[in-house]
């Protein structure tokens, strides 16, 4: 069967919000009035979740459960999303529903105008502290500052992609994943919606602190040198110092000055220079550690069960 939209949702420990987003979704798809398919990527649930997807799935033939072996995480989540779905036009969205399933439309919309990726931007944010949503902004900026791809701002994963980009994304096997950014790199036509983000219906956020540093850390690697930048000029800028200051130091020695005198001058210089080599080496380590996981070449996920084609 023909399948217009391909709607994915990773879901891990999500079962309060999984019936009100089948419901919602179910509700803003059918009034296009074309074919779609809800695929369910069960991320190693715990809560449930996978049984209440499996019994949406007898319910509903539109819901294909993906279901993982264990927790791979959110993104290869996705991943798992685009290599399964059968539409021509593929929406990403998180199953808590603080991305609204009724802004599906809009991003339909502009497709039949003719755009590839429509990705959606958070003007407004609900339900989030102040410490969270600052740190989103200045994560989102500096992202874009240092990357060589222009990701925009103030975007999640929510967004539609037509099928000719998850083709291409799904060429890309790279195991520290950040689709955003993957599906700015492809290019294409695209095209960004504002929406209001709304607070999350039930549960708990699955993106800590932690993990959204981790999520950072795989996008500035991922998209840029800029680390191993940083500690090329950290270097450059310790030896500019260390130069100008020799004449200095020589100049005082011999006008019989103590200021250059003892044991605390030389350790404070020793550990200066131990710090930004430790650094160094910590950005290279980080660098040759996704090479290792990359040769490696282990599968990104492994599926318990999954709906035949």
């Given at each position: 069967?023909k ?24 509700e803003?798809m ?10 369910l ?9 996978t ?8 319910q ?15 993104q ?79 975007t ?8 000719k980009?998850?083709?291409?994304l799904?060429?890309m ?9 993957m ?21 708990v956020?699955k993106y ?8 950072a850390l795989?996008?500035i ?6 680390p ?31 200021a ?7 350790l ?21 550690g996704?090479l290792?996981?990359e040769a490696?070449?282990r599968?990104?996920?492994?599926v ?6």
């Amino acid at each position: 069967m023909k399948i217009t939209y391909s709607i994915v949702a990773p879901i891990y420990n999500e079962i309060d919000n999984l019936p009100e987003l089948h419901r919602r979704v179910k509700e803003v798809m059918d009034a296009t009035g074309e074919t779609w398919e809800l695929i369910l990527v069960d991320d190693g649930s715990t809560d449930g979740s996978t049984d209440k997807i499996r019994e949406l799935a007898a319910q509903d033939e539109s819901v294909r459960p993906v279901i993982f072996a264990r927790n791979f995480g959110h993104q290869v989540a996705i991943t798992a999303g685009w290599d399964y779905a059968r539409g021509d036009a593929i929406v990403i969205i998180d199953a808590d529903l603080q991305d609204p399933p009724e802004v599906i439309l809009e991003l339909v919309k502009k497709w039949k105008e003719g755009y590839e990726v429509v990705y959606a931007v958070r003007g407004e944010r609900e339900g989030e502290t102040w410490f969270k949503k600052f740190t989103a902004a200045m994560f989102y900026r500096i992202i874009y500052s240092i990357t060589d791809v222009k990701i925009p701002v103030d975007t999640g994963d929510f967004r539609l992609m037509d099928r000719k980009v998850v083709n291409v994304l799904k060429q890309m096997q790279e195991r520290h994943r950040f689709p955003r950014g993957m599906s700015a790199w492809v290019g294409f036509k695209q095209v960004g919606v504002t929406y209001r983000r709304a607070a999350r219906v039930a549960g708990v956020t699955k993106y800590p602190f932690r993990k959204m540093l981790k999520l950072a850390l795989n996008a500035i690697t991922g998209f840029s040198y800029f680390p191993l930048q940083v500690a090329t000029y950290v270097g450059f800028f310790s030896a500019g110092i260390a130069i100008l200051a020799i004449p200095v130091v020589i100049y005082m020695r011999m006008m019989g000055s103590g200021a250059f005198f003892g044991q605390a001058t030389t350790l404070i210089a020793v550990l200066f220079l131990g710090g930004v080599q430790l650094i160094s080496l910590g950005i290279l380590g980080e660098y040759v550690g996704r090479l290792y996981d990359e040769a490696k070449g282990r599968p990104l996920y492994i599926v318990r069960d999954a709906p035949e084609e």
